[in-house]
C-alpha cells in the first residue's frame, strides 16, 4: 500500500492496515486457504504446529508454501495444549520453526467440548513466555479482571473470546468486552465466536481493535467469498467506530425540512 | 540402532546426525523444527547433532489452524 494508513492496527510496535486477523483451519485444500486468506486482506495469519506425519507423503506442499512468512505475519497457536508447560513447549518449537520469530497465540483450553480457556494454566504459561521474551497474543474468557491480569503480565494484545471457538454464535457478552476495552492499554481483540459478517461489524463499532476469525469464513460455503465480505465490515465497522454513531432516541425525528410543505 | 521418531520406532545408521535422520525421512530442506529429547536443537545445528540409541525425536511443521 502506498498511502500511509492514518489508523493502522499496532501489534507489538508492528503496524498493520488490515484489522481481520484470520486462521488457516478447516480448508478443503491448500488452495482454498490461500485464495480466502488473500481475500480476506489479513497480514496476520494463525498457524498450527503439529507432528510431521513419518512416511507419509513426503513431497506435499507445505502450508507455509501457501501462506509464506516472506508475505505474512505467521502467528503461531497453541490449539490443542490443556497445559501451561505443553503450551510453551509449542511456543519454543514455533520459533525455532520461524527462525526466530516470536510473536505467538497463546491458547491453553479446559476441555474439548467448550475449548474453554483454562485461566490458570493460561497464566501460567504467559508468565514463562513473557520472560522467555515471547510476544504473546492472548486467547481469554471476557472477564475483565483476568484480561487487565494479562496485560499487567506482558502480553502484547489481549483477545477474549466472543462465544465459544467454532460456534458462530456472535458476541454472546459485549458488556464485558467494552469493559476491558475500557480499562486496556494494549489492543483487545475479539477472538473466536464470530459467525457472520454483523458479528465481526459489531465487534468492531463497540471499539475493538480487531477480530481474529477462521471457522466463520472456512466453514462458508463459498469461504472466499465470505473472507471478502468480513474485509468489509471489519472496514465498515471500525470506520463506524471512529465516525461515533447518532445516538438512539425513543421517537422518530423528520429527516426532510418541516417547513415549506404544500397544501 | 533405533530410535523414537514422532512416538514411532524407526531404525538409522549408529552415529546418524539430525541431517541424516531429516534426508532418511525425506524431509531434507523442509520447513521443520526438532526437538531431541525436549530439548530444542536449532537448524543451523543439525548436521553436528549425532543421535544416540532410544533418543526420542519430535518433528513438527505448520499446518493449518486458528
Known amino acids: 500500500m502506498s498511502e500511509q494508513n492514518k489508523d493502522p492496527l499496532v501489534i507489538a ?8 486477523l484470520v486462521g488457516t483451519g478447516k480448508y ?36 507455509l508454501d501457501v501462506v509464506s512468512p516472506d508475505r505474512y505475519t505467521i502467528l503461531p497457536n497453541t490449539a490443542g495444549c490443556y497445559n501451561a508447560a505443553d503450551a ?17 497465540k497463546l491458547e491453553v483450553l479446559g476441555d474439548q467440548k ?23 497474543m492472548v486467547y ?15 502480553c502484547v494484545a489481549v483477545m477474549p473470546l466472543g462465544s465459544l471457538i467454532g460456534s458462530g454464535l456472535g458476541i454472546l457478552n459485549p458488556h464485558n468486552i467494552r469493559i476491558i476495552m475500557e480499562e486496556a492499554k494494549v489492543p483487545i481483540l475479539v477472538d473466536a465466536g464470530v459467525g457472520t459478517a454483523s458479528d465481526a461489524a459489531v465487534a468492531m463499532e463497540m471499539g475493538c481493535e480487531g477480530v481474529l476469525m477462521n471457522t466463520a469464513i472456512a466453514a462458508a460455503n463459498n469461504p472466499i467469498l465470505m473472507a471478502s465480505a468480513m474485509k468489509k465490515a471489519i472496514e465498515a465497522g ?12 425513543k421517537y422518530a425525528s423528520a429527516s426532510s425540512p418541516l417547513e415549506g410543505t404544500i397544501g | 540402532m533405533q530410535i523414537q521418531v514422532n512416538g514411532d520406532s524407526i531404525e538409522v545408521r549408529d552415529g546418524a546426525t539430525l541431517s541424516e535422520l531429516l534426508d532418511q525421512l525425506g524431509l ?8 531431541l529429547n525436549l530439548e530444542i536443537i536449532p537448524r ?17 511443521h505448520a499446518i493449518g489452524g486458528g
Open chain 1, 88 to 104: 510453551v513447549r509449542t511456543c519454543k518449537l514455533a520459533r525455532e520453526l520461524l527462525d526466530g520469530h516470536d510473536l505467538v
Open chain 1, 114 to 136: 467448550t475449548l474453554y480457556p483454562n485461566i490458570v494454566e493460561t497464566l501460567k504459561a504467559c508468565e514463562e513466555l513473557v520472560k522467555d521474551n515471547f510476544k504473546v
Open chain 2, 44 to 60: 543451523s545445528e543439525h548436521g553436528q547433532t549425532a543421535l544416540r540409541t532410544d533418543d526420542q525425536v519430535e518433528i513438527v
Open chain 1, 140 to 154: 481469554t474468557n471476557d472477564d475483565p479482571i483476568v484480561a487487565k491480569q494479562l496485560e499487567e503480565m506482558g
Open chain 1, 238 to 249: 471500525r470506520e463506524c467506530f471512529l465516525a461515533g454513531r447518532m445516538p438512539r432516541k
Open chain 2, 28 to 35: 531434507a530442506g523442509k520447513r521443520v523444527a526438532i526437538e
Open chain 1, 13 to 20: 510496535g508492528k503496524s498493520y492496515n488490515s484489522r481481520l
Open chain 1, 28 to 63: 478443503k485444500d491448500l488452495e482454498e486457504t490461500g485464495l480466502a486468506i488473500a481475500a480476506s486482506g489479513a497480514e496476520i495469519v494463525t498457524v498450527a504446529v503439529r507432528r510431521t506425519n513419518i512416511g507419509q507423503n513426503p513431497g506435499e506442499p507445505n502450508l
